[in-house]
């Protein structure tokens, strides 16, 4: 295996690889040949994130497995699911998208994650976790209930494997017996210990064609002897108990085989071929390192799971051209404008060292919100329950009832997977839980799976909960503190990157919920209109109220609503703008509509937010543009309004 040190700038030299234009020219491939496909493969990856920036270190890691699995499954008539898709990289540029990746993430370029717009080897669209069992699943059944010929195979990492619709699927596909390949990615040792070389040798002999022979066979003599069949299986059991790992998929009705070094063509040549043609649930487990070959990600996998596009410096040492390599900081702190990501560390931090009853859990986003520091400080009052959003609410919930004040630090689209939890156990029990939830709104690049786009709709609508949006820095650090004294459920919600550069105070003071903030009165009496602003387009507002002279309001709480502001505005006004970065439908514009109708009050209203549809990926700035809800775009919708109804 080539190892890197450095991000190619030039475009490396892969002549193997440029001869694929589809996986099924590796089936014709010597071992030697794969080698080579798998340096070049490497190597071209380094360059095109080095490009684009976009996950980085799981794919590096799957490589080779990438290779193996393409050789040994017929795809896309053998369909391949990718969890989470992190790791998919390598498998899009063996797929017909070798030149469309130095684009991925970009607006109109490839998507973050597989798609199945995008290509026939996506068959199943992810982006969020531990779904792919349970998919490739019923690919399995739904071949089998047709009639149909082919093999299911999904590929799922450790860490996704801790959430618990991953083990219903396993569960569910040993009790019909389908014929469904697992493979688990095994990048942090958190399965089980690879016990040497005995490990190893017991994997290739469970997959060895004699073996395989011998077993299948063997059991059909058996099964016409009472009683031999099963001495027979518990034998085997033990016996790959005493030298392998745990017998737990054994026991959900699995073949287990493994672990074998995924960084091994060879290895991984042998199981997967044999594996392929056998009947029932198979699992195979693979041990990977994140980041293989790129030595800075082997030391530092968390640091370079991400990085940003680089730029093109000179090295002062040799003159010649090498690159700035700086993986993307997971909310770092310091720097004007901040990161609303760091705003939430440094209060959360600040916060704990005054009120001992404070504890904060993540479903394993440590890092993208930036628990790094609490964790280190308060390590007795940290749970990472891994990736397990249902699990992370209803322990919450369960802390709250004894007098502990747990914070939830959780991404928007990710908290949509604990909703039931979140009203069953949490809100319907009046508990005091804050949720700060991360990522809402448009995130940019990592598209439609990960925007926060509905978070407003679905939270408003719960009965008893409080949705502060907070419209810059300031403003997130006093509603935070406001959430947290607030003697129930409570969530603040904030987009990724950060804010307009508004000073951060050191106090916990916090702001009155419900209170709108009048940033901007029209130069005269009965101006025709008012902009009632959620969140951070709040910056928006300003700017547009300058533009028309309009009324602009910060509302601060889209619940609850601040009603004397809300009415005041209608009768001084003729229109209501309200603007949000979340879809118009159940939004914070469809709550003012709502009490406006409820009083009784006739003024018009246009509610501009995101449309009734999944955003693609793009810049942020290129997506709010797109939607209409830059200046440019708000001005014209209002203008338009008021030309239509003049």
């Known amino acids: 295996m080539k190892l890197f040190d450095e991000i190619p700038v030039e475009r490396p030299t892969t002549p193997l690889l440029d001869m694929l234009d589809a996986p099924a020219a590796l089936r014709a491939m010597t071992l030697s040949q794969l080698e080579q496909v798998a340096d070049e493969l490497r190597a071209y990856l380094l360059y095109s994130v080095g490009v684009s920036g976009g996950h980085?270190?799981?794919?590096?890691g799957v490589v080779e497995l990438t290779v193996a699995l393409h050789r040994a499954l017929l795809t896309p008539h053998d369909r391949l699911v990718w969890d989470v898709g992190h790791q998919a990289y390598p498998h899009k540029i063996l797929t017909g998208r070798r030149d469309a990746i130095l684009g991925i993430r970009q607006r109109g370029g490839l998507a973050a994650f597989p798609s199945r717009s995008e290509s026939a080897y996506d068959t199943f669209g992810v982006g969020h976790s531990s779904t792919s069992i349970s998919a490739a699943l019923g690919m399995a059944l739904a071949a089998r209930t047709k009639g149909e010929s082919r093999r299911v195979c999904a590929v799922i990492?450790?860490?996704?494997?801790t959430a618990g619709m991953a083990f219903e699927a396993l569960a569910h596909a040993g009790h019909v017996n389908a014929?469904?390949?697992?493979?688990?990615?095994?990048?942090?040792?958190?399965?089980?210990?690879?016990v040497g070389g005995m490990a190893s040798y017991l994997a290739k002999i469970l997959v060895s064609k004699p073996y395989t022979t011998l077993r299948e066979g063997g059991k059909k003599v058996l099964s016409h002897l009472p009683g031999a069949l099963e001495i027979a299986r518990r034998t085997e059991g033990h016996v790959k108990g005493m030298v392998g790992p745990a017998t737990l998929f054994e026991e959900m009705g699995f073949n287990y085989v493994g672990p074998i070094d995924g960084h091994d063509l060879d290895a991984l040549n042998d199981a997967l071929s044999s594996m392929r043609n056998l009947e029932g649930p198979q699992f195979l487990h693979v041990r990977t390192r994140k980041g293989r070959g790129f030595l800075p990600a082997?030391?530092?996998p968390v640091g370079y799971h991400a990085i940003t596009k680089l730029e093109k410096t000179k090295q002062q040492s040799s003159g010649e051209s090498s690159v700035g390599l700086k993986p993307a900081p997971a909310g770092s702190a310091g720097s004007t404008p901040r990161k609303f990501c760091s705003v939430f560390s440094d209060w959360v931090c600040d916060m704990a060292a005054v009120d001992e009853r404070l504890v904060a859990i993540t479903p394993a986003m440590r890092e993208g919100s930036d628990l790094i520091r609490f964790s280190a400080e308060f390590p007795e009052r940290y749970y990472d329950v891994a990736i397990a959003e249902q699990h992370a609410v209803t322990l919450a919930a369960g802390m709250a009832c004894e007098g502990v004040k747990p914070i939830v630090a959780i991404?928007?689209?990710?908290?949509?997977?604990?909703?039931?939890?979140?009203?069953?156990?949490?809100?319907?029990?009046?508990?005091?839980?804050?949720?700060?939830?991360?990522?809402?709104?448009?995130?940019?690049?990592?598209?439609?799976?990960?925007?926060?786009?509905?978070?407003?709709?679905?939270?408003?609508?719960?009965?008893?909960?409080?949705?502060?949006?907070?419209?810059?820095?300031?403003?997130c650090r006093a509603m935070l503190s406001a959430a947290y004294h607030y003697p129930g459920p409570a969530a603040v919600r904030y987009p990724r990157g950060t804010g307009p550069g508004v000073e951060v105070p050191g106090h916990l003071e916090s702001l009155a919920i419900g209170q709108a903030e009048w940033r901007r009165e029209a130069s005269h009496h009965g101006s025709s209109v008012a902009l009632l602003a959620f969140g951070t387009?709040?910056?928006?507002?300003?700017?547009?109220?300058?533009?028309?002279?309009?009324?602009?309001?910060n509302m601060r709480s889209v619940k609850p609503l601040d009603r004397a502001a809300i009415l005041a505005a209608a009768d001084r006004h003729s229109l209501l703008v309200t603007l949000e970065e979340n879809v118009i439908a159940g939004g914070a514009g469809s709550a003012v509509g709502e009490l406006l109708l409820a009083e009784g009050r006739t003024v018009a209203v246009l509610n501009l937010g995101l449309p009734d549809a999944f955003i693609e990926h793009g810049?942020?700035?290129?997506?709010?543009?797109?939607?209409?809800?830059?200046?440019?775009?708000?001005?014209a919708s209002i203008r338009q309004w008021l030309e239509k109804n003049a």
């Open 537 to 553: 387009l709040n910056g928006v507002a300003g700017d547009v109220a300058e533009r028309l002279d309009a009324t602009h309001l």
């Open 411 to 475: 991404y928007s689209t990710f908290l949509q997977r604990g909703y039931d939890q979140l009203i069953h156990d949490v809100v319907v029990q009046d508990l005091d839980v804050t949720f700060a939830i991360d990522r809402a709104g448009l995130v940019g690049e990592d598209g439609p799976t990960h925007h926060g786009t509905l978070d407003l709709s679905y939270l408003r609508c719960i009965p008893g909960l409080i949705v502060l949006a907070p419209a810059d820095e300031a403003e």
């Open 157 to 161: 990492g450790d860490g996704a494997l």
């Open 298 to 300: 082997e030391g530092d």
């Open 619 to 635: 810049t942020p700035e290129e997506l709010l543009a797109g939607c209409g809800l830059d200046a440019d775009g708000v001005e």
């Open 56 to 60: 980085f270190g799981a794919g590096l």
């Open 179 to 194: 014929n469904l390949l697992v493979v688990l990615n095994d990048n942090e040792m958190s399965i089980s210990e690879n």
